[in-house]
């Protein structure tokens, strides 16, 4: 008898465990990248800098799945414009009018050439940022870190203005 309630107890704290590390990767920020794109390690670098907790994915290995590629089309404002380099050589050899492919030939495409994508591409539930700019990427700095970082700056401010 104590020891069903013993592996109850282990049951119900796997399961919760289990549920908010769920609930944990929906916030997480998800950086697809290139390890030989500048950019890309620029965006690296900047997550690190900041503590920014991010999963990171050789895009080149392991391209955005059907889902994931979903979910990025629908975080774009222009769509496939946004994420694929038309302008790049590897597109331009392809010879292929983007016009003319279903999202489901996309995908497929992506898979099979994932250089055709502009990198980095960094998104969490709700956002999605194409390449690495700097003031934009300061949106994934989760909330409690920019206030921080708010209130260092003002008594920073504060100081400089004491001392003047």
């Known amino acids: ?10 049951v119900v704290i796997f399961v919760i465990g289990r549920v908010s590390q769920m609930k944990g990767d929906k916030k997480m920020i998800i950086i697809y990248l290139s390890p030989s794109c500048t950019s890309c390690r620029k965006a690296h670098a900047w997550l690190e800098e900041y503590n920014v907790p991010f999963i990171e994915r050789n895009i080149m290995k392991n391209p955005p799945t059907q889902l994931e590629f979903q979910k990025m089309m629908a975080l774009t404002v222009s769509g ?6 038309t302008r790049s050589k590897a597109f331009q050899k392809l010879g292929i009018d983007i016009n003319d492919l279903s999202l489901h030939e996309l995908h497929d495409l992506i898979q099979e050439h994932p250089e055709i994508l502009r990198k980095p591409i960094i998104m969490d539930q709700r956002r999605i940022q194409i390449g690495y700019n700097e003031s934009e990427i300061r949106q994934f700095v989760p909330k409690r870190i920019r206030r921080k970082q708010l209130n260092k ?3 920073m401010i504060a100081n400089f ?4």
């Open 80 to 85: 496939t414009d946004e994420i694929i380099s």
């Open 1 to 10: 008898m104590h020891f069903n309630r013993i592996f109850i107890i282990i």
């Open 153 to 155: 700056a003002q008594a």
């Open 161 to 164: 203005e004491g001392t003047v």
